[in-house]
């Protein structure tokens, strides 16, 4: 017996309502995806990669409050591990030999502000820049599992300052007898203990292997929720475009507030909270620059979908663009090209943001072609009609 026609009408509408739902469930799903990769990609970046780990390094030393918390670590292992008091008892007349204690107590803090000047030297910069690659090498040589790099250290990865101990040391006047009372670790920094290797390792691991995975499985589940909302493709473009915006956002946030955290976490030192907040801002750069790129990401496609809209003032750009984009498609090519120069060149950069872009100027200008049609046919040469219902 033929089906009814209201049972065949509910039968229809129960079979194509998983499709005003699913598209938007997808652009979210890929929103909650995107945060995670964007997080991925800043751990890859900077905690992968030595010359960005030795970049934002440098950094630190140059930053006047890490610098100055850093010359009062150094002088601390000077003295914890050099009898300077007797020293200076050497150096100075026999009248006055008992003052010695006394004067390498009241020298400590003048011995930091001298260590801070030191610092401040390229020279020792360079010392600085090349422990810590030294140590990102060794850190990165311990995932891969070459232990032979680190027998020195007992498999572990250390900070190695003691080069900037013993240019502290010497420029106080402690050498020869002195100086090699310097133990083998003085200055030496632990990064990773030998037993942390294996948790290390599957971490890593694990960032490496879905740094890449992740930004295509959220494009793909874009791309999947725009061909499934037939009829509400624009919508969807925009919902995609708010969703990217809003991960750019709260990855701004997130380094904003998680770093107030970690240094109220680490310290109740009003003294110590400054340098450690320089550290989460240097050290967090990338990050930022992921954040920003996504903002920057999000509103080009919200861009994208409100020009290709039903909007007065859409509709009226694109009827004020059709000669040209009919007599000379390549000027608005030549525009588009121009606008995502300005994005290359303005916007935070870092070695690897190059792929994002790629992917952006793909999409950008097959978009302006979609664009460019629709165009045409909404506004034909013989007479500037009205947008097609």
């Known amino acids: 017996m033929a089906q009814s026609v209201p049972a065949a009408a509910a ?81 100075l007349p026999p009248q006055v030999k008992g003052l010695a204690p006394t004067i390498a107590g009241a020298l400590q803090q003048p011995a930091v502000q001298a260590t801070d000047a030191l610092l401040a030297r390229p020279r020792i910069q360079a010392l600085w820049r090349e422990s810590v690659r030294r140590a990102h090498e060794a850190f990165l040589a311990l995932l891969n599992g070459k232990h032979n790099l680190l027998v020195s250290t007992n498999g572990q990865v250390v900070l190695d300052l003691r080069p ?70 624009r919508k969807l473009l925009m919902g995609c475009g708010v969703s990217v915006l809003i991960v750019g956002l709260i990855v701004l946030v997130v380094r904003r507030y998680a770093g107030n955290y970690l240094v109220d976490a680490l310290t109740n030192n009003p003294e110590q909270k400054h340098p450690i907040s320089a550290v989460w801002a240097i050290e967090t750069q990338l990050l930022r620059n992921v954040g920003i790129n996504a903002v920057v990401y999000g509103i080009g496609i919200m861009f994208a979908a409100w020009i290709a809209g039903t909007s007065r003032a859409a509709t009226w750009i694109r009827r004020q663009l059709a000669p040209t984009m009919r007599s000379h498609p390549v000027v608005i090519y030549a525009a588009v090209a121009l606008a995502l120069f300005l994005v290359l060149i303005s916007g935070p950069t870092d070695a690897q943001r190059i792929y994002p872009l790629l992917i952006l100027f793909a999409f950008a200008f097959v978009g302006t072609e979609v664009l460019r049609r629709q165009t045409e046919r909404e506004f034909p040469a013989a007479g500037g009609g009205e947008l097609g219902t």
């Open 11 to 91: 039968h229809e509408h129960t079979r194509l309502a998983w499709r005003t739902w699913v598209p938007w469930a997808l652009v979210v799903l890929a929103a909650v995806i995107g945060l995670v990769a964007a997080l991925n990609v800043w751990v890859k970046r900077q905690a992968l990669s030595t010359d960005n780990f030795t970049n934002a390094s440098s950094q630190l030393i140059e930053n006047e409050q890490i610098r100055g918390a850093l010359s009062v670590y150094l002088v601390n292992q000077l003295y914890a591990n050099v009898d300077v008091s007797a020293a200076l008892e050497q150096r």
């Open 164 to 233: 900037l101990v013993e240019q502290l040391a010497a420029q106080f006047g402690l050498s020869g007898e002195r100086l090699k009372q310097l133990p083998p670790d003085a200055g030496q920094i632990v990064i990773l203990k030998g037993n942390q290797l294996q948790t290390a390792r599957r971490s890593v691991k694990v960032v490496r292997a879905l740094s890449y995975f992740l930004l295509f499985l959220v494009l793909a589940l874009f791309a999947a929720a725009i061909w499934l909302a037939d009829g509400r493709r």
